[in-house]
């Protein structure tokens, strides 16, 4: 019996040892929700994450001075519009105390940088260098100065990994700016694309694509992108609308977490993408 | 063997470290070349398909403990991806197997490997195109992956073959 297995590991050893790594690798993919693999994989990266904080900081060191340039004229543009929209605010304030309706646009801000980046065309994830610490919570958007850049995912003390919008698990509740239609926007691998939105349906080429006001996750409306093409489903009833997104996820490095704070009704919904046991 | 265990996971840390942060700025298109394939195909040609298949794995844990993937998706990948690299592991033709362009097609067809599989673990989905998950998801990166590897073999010194 024993010669029998030393025989067989003689011949077969290559392939006992794939074999034994493939069920344990696919065992490893059911474990994934489990609350201490999440720690363990939380540790892992906020300490590599240390690591990748020096080398960015030192890569982007050459790059602050054209930055600093370009920022001063954004500035500049932005202040003319905020003095604009103030006026519109002002007039907004008095339509809504007129209308007793809750103010909902205040949310502070964390300011905060891209130290790492894993860009793959199904699974698109950066590490911020802020974390828990900071009041960093899984479920808040992350946004730039051209629109939302993904949802923060998982933290850590210091660092937290957000899930960009290319990121086949993150499914998102949008609405046409024009014609206020929602629709579920996911990422496909190539495209951002609105699916399953009904033919009959107002959406046109070149209108903008805002998070939707009814969406679990980003309950505030923050630019998306705008429509780049409409294209016909499989089934014939419903297209499947294709979205350019505002913001560059390889050149992005300075980035905002918006501190929402949770509704707490919302947020026992079953039906919540980040609902925590 | 002990040791070149050590060394290819010690050195596969400061590899991702440069995948995560640099490799980003040389992406065309979105496409990025995956440096963790170089560095595992490297090591397997030089020690064997059972050291390839080991390594692959270790290099896919830690690949998804560290950038918050699904965790066993790289496992996996790589893991296969280790002992297909395998089979072109032989003592005696290291000189061969090390030259930029076979070594390239070598990379060029682990990294295609990995890239299917990894797509497929990370979506399964009935309205994939097979055609569009090879060539946008496989196809470019590891082109690119390739590309990368001819540069890099260039510099390996030829004397370790003696």
């Not at chain 1, 409306?221 to 505002?246: A, D």
Request: aromatic content about 10%.
């Amino acid at each position: 019996m024993l010669r029998f297995f030393v025989h067989v590991w003689g011949n077969f050893k290559e392939y006992i040892v794939l074999v034994a790594l493939l069920i344990i690798s696919l065992l490893t993919l059911s474990l994934n929700n489990k609350p201490a693999v999440r720690s363990v994989q939380t540790l892992a990266f906020s300490s590599f994450a240390v690591f990748t904080s020096i080398v960015s900081d030192l890569v982007n060191t050459g790059s602050v001075k054209a930055e600093n340039q370009k920022l001063r004229r954004l500035n500049a543009e932005l202040m003319l519009k905020v003095n604009l929209l103030r006026e519109y605010g002002i007039e907004n304030t008095e339509l809504k105390t007129l209308l007793a309706l809750k103010d909902s646009t205040k949310y502070p801000l964390i300011a905060a940088t891209i130290v790492s980046k894993s860009i793959n065309k199904s699974q698109s994830t950066i590490t911020l260098n802020v974390g828990s610490k900071d009041g960093v919570l899984p479920g808040m958007p992350v946004i730039n100065d051209f629109g939302l850049l993904g949802i923060v995912y998982s933290t850590s003390g210091d660092f937290c990994i957000v899930q960009t919008l290319k990121n086949l698990e993150l499914k998102l509740t949008v609405t046409d700016e024009r014609s206020r239609i929602n629709g579920i926007m996911e990422w496909d691998g190539v495209n951002l694309v609105i699916i399953d939105v009904p033919r009959t349906y107002d959406i046109e080429p070149g209108d903008r694509i805002i998070t939707s006001e009814i969406s679990s996750i980003v309950p505030v409306p923050l630019p998306v992108g705008l429509v780049s093409g409409i294209s016909k489903g499989e089934t014939g009833l419903f297209n499947e609308v294709r979205v350019k997104p505002f913001v560059d996820f390889i050149g992005a490095e300075h980035v905002f977490v918006i501190k929402l704070v949770k509704n707490l009704q919302k947020d026992n919904l079953e039906l919540n993408f980040y609902k925590r046991k | 063997m002990r040791s070149d265990y050590i060394a290819s996971i010690l050195l596969f840390f400061p590899v991702l470290l440069v995948q995560t942060t640099l490799v980003p700025f040389i992406a065309v298109n979105g496409i990025v070349p995956d440096l963790t394939i170089i560095l595992l195909v490297f090591y397997t040609l030089r020690n064997g398909q059972i050291f390839g298949t080991t390594v692959g794995f270790i290099y896919g844990f830690l690949f998804d403990m560290i950038t918050g993937s699904l965790l066993g998706s790289a496992m996996f990948s790589k893991t296969v991806t280790g002992f297909v690299a395998g089979y072109f592991s032989n003592e005696n033709k290291q000189d061969i197997y090390f030259k930029p362009y076979v070594f390239s097609l070598i990379v060029l067809l682990c990294s295609i490997l990995n890239s299917v599989l990894n797509r497929f673990f990370t979506s399964i989905d009935i309205n994939t195109n097979i055609i569009s998950l090879i060539y946008l998801h496989g196809l470019l990166p590891s082109l690119y992956t390739a590309l990368l590897s001819i540069i890099l073999i260039a510099f390996y010194p030829r004397r370790s073959f003696n």
